[in-house]
T-cell receptor, first 114, second 115 residues
Framework: TQLLEQSPQFLSIQEGENLTVYCNSS?????LQWYRQEPGEGPVLLVT???GGEVKKLKRLTFQFGDARKDSSLHITAAQPGDTGLYLC??????????????WGLGTSLAVNP | DTGVSQNPRHKITKRGQNVTFRCDPI?????LYWYRQTLGQGPEFLTY????????KSRLLSDRFSAERPKGSFSTLEIQRTEQGDSAMYLCASSPHGSYNSPLHFGNGTRLTVT
């Protein structure tokens, strides 16, 4: 069974600080998606990474896919209160056959205090 | 494109009652997923459809849960004889095809509270 472990589980920081959240597995993924979810809403896709070593930037957010495609990180620079939410990673397993079902991490709950 | 729509947004029911939720996906999406999520946790897969065919159902799902997508458009999720442990957010998502790189478009969920 493929698993995705996210860390930290909870993070509370002050506005302006930098942070990194991690998504790790012992398994290889064909791609990895990052979502952000705000209270009372569904997750919204932030980015998809598909190539080992790939780095993608979305304004103050930087996403990296590990060289071996087993892990990923999300770095936020100068966090703002609007970044508050649950950050979820989801991987497309490389051995799923016909079952095209994402594997989800449990999420990192981020609170950015003004 | 109005996004994925779920109804109702909130449902409070007594233990033992049946409930039904509806999901209207993005119109051109042929894949539809149901997930369950508890507070602060990631989504837990329940089932998914390609068009009207239900391709997979989680083994964690008891026989009290059933989902349909009769015409390959909207879907319903029914929970019979609800239990307090069924209290959760039920999320529906759709995608245009089955590639792992296709993003899931989620609705805002139906929050179920079983008293």
């Amino acid at each position: 069974t493929q698993l995705l472990e996210q860390s930290p589980q909870f993070l509370s920081i002050q506005e302006g600080e930098n942070l990194t959240v991690y998504c790790n597995s012992s398994s290889v993924f064909s791609s990895l998606q990052w979502y952000r979810q705000e209270p009372g809403e569904g997750p919204v896709l932030l980015v998809t990474v598909v190539t080992g070593g790939e780095v993608k930037k979305l304004k103050r957010l930087t996403f990296q896919f590990g060289d071996a495609r087993k892990d990923s990180s999300l770095h936020i620079t100068a966090a703002q209160p609007g970044d508050t939410g649950l950050y979820l990673c989801a991987g497309g397993p490389s051995n799923a056959g016909n079952n095209r079902k994402l594997i989800w991490g449990l999420g990192t709950s981020l609170a950015v205090n003004p | 494109d109005t996004g994925v729509s779920q109804n109702p947004r909130h449902k409070i029911t007594k233990r033992g009652q049946n409930v039904t939720f509806r999901c209207d996906p993005i119109s051109e999406h042929n894949r539809l997923y149901w997930y369950r999520q508890t507070l602060g946790q990631g989504p837990e897969f329940l089932t998914y459809f390609q068009n009207e065919a239900q391709l997979e159902k989680s083994r964690l799902l008891s026989d009290r849960f059933s989902a349909e997508r009769p015409k390959g458009s909207f879907s319903t999720l029914e929970i019979q004889r609800t239990e307090q442990g069924d209290s959760a957010m039920y999320l529906c998502a759709s995608s245009p095809h089955g590639s792992y790189n296709s993003p899931l478009h989620f609705g805002n969920g139906t929050r179920l509270t079983v008293t």
